[in-house]
């Protein structure tokens, strides 16, 4: 199995001396650099128990600003305005250019994160639909990988629609009721759909998780999908709902990567990070779909309890407000629901008890095994088309600690179900325990008493 390492964000941590930590990383089993967004000075964002979340430079930093400046040729044939000239910081912009260039000299695989930063706006219809604001984000990407000619490609992570119930969740963030705003309709009519019919089965969803018994939940839940059908009501426009979001995100991505394409002067590739095989449907990816269109499926397997986009945080808040919604429901009612809709069983998890211990050898057996399975046969079985994002460590994406034993199971898993790369979430937040796992596995064995190599394992996201 081969790493890539995902640098995020900080990227002047990366670029003052890059040459020692691609060693390092080289020698660890790592064969691949995913960089990005290309901004200076971009901030972190800090976990702890303030949760506002916004990403902020530190105290003096200067103001964020992007890696270079726009040429103007490639938006003139897009047809779309050329974005504003940044900040000129050209010792960091040739430090960031000899950076790419000392990757490519070691033979890493070099792909650029949210390439389209900087993009400029569209017409004002909503960003899936928008004609222009796609063609800005196409031209922005082939914009960067000009700039860049030692990148490969791309990776877009999201946009998706959204997969979380707990109105309480992050404000809302990612919430499958705020995803139908009046400019939804534009963009249902064009791809057939009935916006008002659509608006009136989330509605009837809404309603319908507010109204569940024990007995409909013990009738209909072991029922498969048409017991899932009628569990949910027997709603034949909740499926055209589900259907429109597969329609449009896939539409999106394919006319992104067909802008690109078409419109860089070299072959570029494109890479989709979409959630996990479990919940990606909700979302609105289609592995199969998905296969035909990008170059590089990047889903995410984030296994974590708490915080957001992990697998067990994600069913226990299913769970947790599916019994608050429904006094008479228990948790193993609950977590049959959630069962019944995503195809997923947790070992030994009855109740939200059980959910800070689901993370056993089983769990990694079974859940991890389907979840890595399911992306490979939207792949036809090439491995070299599947890279999952993976992160664990003190705080992942700030849900509760995965240690360096849980990695490794992880990936133990993983590699059994045929996976042979992986991208690590992300280099600021590695810890000696996961680098020592992961170079073990991948490569040769970290030693720190004889390396000058030090994993940052900063508490930031």
């Known amino acids: 199995m081969r790493i890539w390492m995902d640098v995020m964000r900080d990227l002047e941590h990366l670029i003052e001396a890059p040459e020692p930590i691609f060693d390092a990383w080289k020698a660890g089993g790592v064969d691949g650099l995913v960089i990005g967004p290309p901004v200076f000075h971009a901030g972190k964002l800090a976990i702890g128990h303030d949760r506002g979340r916004s990403i902020s430079p530190s105290p003096g930093t200067p103001a964020p600003t992007l890696t270079y400046d726009p040429d103007p040729a490639v938006y003139e044939r897009f047809g779309v305005p050329v974005p504003g000239v940044p900040e000129d910081m050209p010792e960091a912009r040739d430090r960031l250019a000899h950076t790419f260039r000392a990757a490519k000299e070691r033979g890493l695989s070099v792909w650029i994160f949210q390439a389209h930063t900087g993009a400029g706006g569209g017409s004002g219809g909503h960003h899936l639909h928008d004609e222009t604001g796609m063609a800005a984000i196409s031209a922005r990407i082939v914009d960067t990988l000009e700039h860049y000619p030692e990148a490969d490609g791309a990776v877009m992570d999201g946009p998706e629609w959204g997969y979380e119930i707990a109105p309480h969740h992050m404000g809302g963030r990612s919430s499958i009721f705020k995803d ?140 947790e407000t599916l019994c608050l919604w429904n006094p008479g429901l228990s948790e193993g009612d609950g977590l049959a629901v959630v069962e019944s809709l995503f195809g997923l069983v947790l070992p030994g998890v009855e109740g939200l008890g059980d959910m800070e211990r689901a993370l056993t050898s089983d769990f990694y057996d079974l859940v991890v095994t389907q979840e890595t399975e399911r992306a490979l046969a939207a792949l036809g079985g090439d491995a070299q088309r599947l890279c999952p994002w993976v992160d664990s460590g003190r705080a992942p994406h700030d849900g509760d600690p995965m240690s360096a034993a849980d990695l490794r199971r992880m990936l133990e898993a993983a590699g059994a179900s045929g996976l042979e790369r992986f991208l690590y979430h992300h280099h600021g937040t590695l810890t000696s325990g996961e680098w020592r796992v992961m170079s073990e596995m991948c490569g040769e064995p970290w030693d720190p008493l004889r390396s000058d190599y030090l994993p940052p394992d900063e508490m930031v996201l």
């Open 180 to 319: 139908l705003p009046e400019g939804v309709r534009p963009m249902c009519a064009d791809l057939g759909y009935d916006y008002d019919a659509l608006c009136s089965a989330r509605d009837r969803l809404h309603e319908r998780l507010h109204d569940l018994d024990p007995r409909q939940v013990a009738l209909h839940a072991p029922g498969g999908f048409l017991g899932g059908y009628h569990l949910l009501g027997a709603d034949p426009d909740l499926a055209a709902w589900m259907s429109f979001r597969r329609d449009s995100l896939t539409r999106y991505f394919g006319r992104i990567a067909d802008g690109v394409r078409q419109g860089a002067s070299r072959p570029v590739k494109i890479g989709v990070g979409p959630r996990s095989a479990a919940f990606a449907p909700l979302c609105g990816y289609d592995f199969a779909a998905l296969a035909g269109i990008v170059d590089l499926l990047l889903p995410k397997h984030y296994f974590w309890h708490r915080g957001f986009d992990g697998l067990v945080g994600t069913v226990a808040r299913w769970v």
